[in-house]
Structures are given as C-alpha cells and as structure tokens.
C-alpha cells in the first residue's frame, strides 16, 4: 500500500512571503491530520479532517494558516504571510478512523522562513 | 490542557536494554503509543497500549503503564545502533483521535 505523500520535502522562503504544503493520503482514509513539529519539540496537530470537513482547527492560527481538503482526499495546507517561527516540519498523517494505531505519516515539509 | 513529558536524552551501549521514561496528565487518555523518528524521516508507529492493560510485549519492546501514577515507559531489549533516533510518547483522550505528543527522547546507542 502506497504511504502518505507529501511535497514538497524542503522550501525556503523570506519572512511574509507565502508558502503551501499538499499532502495525498493513504486511499481509502477518512481523517487527514496536519501537525506541525518545531525543532526540538514533538508534533503539535493544527488542524483534523474528517472527509471534507474541518473536526478540530482550534490550534490553527488562523490569521495566516488556512487548509482544505477538497473532495475529502487531497488537502492543501497554506501559509499566508509566512513568520520566522514558522520554521518547522509540517507532517501529514491520515487514519481509518481507528484510535491512533491506523495512523500513517508522511515525512514531512522542512520549511525553513528566512 | 494535556501535557506530556519525557525526559530529553539518554545514552546506552550496544547490547545494554535502554528504558525511556513518559509521564501524562490526562486521565482519561485511552490509548499510548510510542514513536520513533529518524533523521529526516516522518514517525513511525513502535506499539501502543491501551488504559486499561499493565503491560504490553512485542518482541524487543516492553511497554509499562501505571494508570495510577500516569507513567508509561518503554523498554527496548538488546539495544542495537539501529534504535538510535528519537522516541515520542502519545496519548489518545476520549474526544476525538487526535494525538498529543511528548517532546521526545533522544536515545544515542554507543557501539
């Protein structure tokens, strides 16, 4: 069975410019997940799909983070404008809706704000 | 909120068992699990346990909970240089499946 995609691996932008993350789950998985994970520290979740809609975005700061997931597959994870302490790994994970065990990440985005 | 703690780091030598420590505050946390992350990798899924068992063995792994005092901990038998990575703890609490993790410990296994 193919893993999580997520592209890109690496991206590098100036402060205030805009950035998105897309990420393609495992077939068949209802819940998508975008965690965040600065360095030294472990994922913290931004925002919880269940097909297309939005279950949990309450740490989602959502002045300049915006994601969807259209037609309940896909989801595009968005960063408008991008801050310094936005650099991190954004994962990707998706679930057959078990509790936690069917969970499968991706390897991630490095974005590294400049 | 929850909160998870582990301890940063801890060093073994090749063959010595090595146990990572995890303590949690939710208690009505249903499901932990521990992850393991290699360098540039996404984490991957060691064993998790459910609340209400003591403990859970898959082959080199032993994991430990004392739902009393809120501490899970992992044991990992014959400790190899391949199991040097970084090793998060998670709980899994009623609402929803949504993971919180633990800042991870950096296990270094010294030939």
């Known amino acids: 069975e193919a893993g999580v995609a997520q592209s890109p691996r690496y991206k590098i932008i100036e402060k205030r410019q805009s950035v998105a993350f897309w990420c393609n789950p495992i077939?068949?998985?209802?819940?998508l997940y975008w965690y965040q994970q600065i360095l030294g520290q472990g994922p913290k979740l931004l925002i919880q799909f269940q097909n297309n809609g939005v279950v949990d975005d309450s740490q989602l700061p959502k002045d300049r983070f915006s994601a969807e997931r259209l037609k309940g597959v896909d989801s595009t994870l968005k960063i408008q404008p991008a801050k310094l302490e936005d650099s991190a790994v954004y994962l990707c994970a998706s679930s057959d809706g078990g509790y936690g065990y069917g969970y499968t990440f991706g390897s991630g985005t490095r974005l590294t704000v400049v | 909120g929850e909160d998870v703690e582990q301890s940063l780091f801890l060093s073994v030598r090749e063959g010595d068992s090595s146990v990572i420590n995890c303590t949690y505050t939710?208690?009505?946390?249903?499901?932990l699990y521990w992850y393991k992350q290699e360098p540039g990798a996404g984490l991957q899924l060691l064993t998790y346990?459910?609340?209400?068992?003591d403990m859970k063995q898959d082959q080199r792994l032993t994991v430990l909970l004392n739902k009393k005092d809120k501490h899970l901990s992992l044991r990992i038998a014959d400790t190899q240089t391949g199991d040097s990575a970084i090793y998060f703890c998670a709980e899994s609490a009623d609402a929803g499946n949504m993971l919180t993790f633990g800042g991870g410990t950096r296990l270094m296994v010294k030939p």
């Open positions: 077939s068949g998985h209802a819940t």
């Open positions: 939710d208690s009505s946390s249903t499901y």
């Open positions: 346990i459910f609340s209400n068992m």
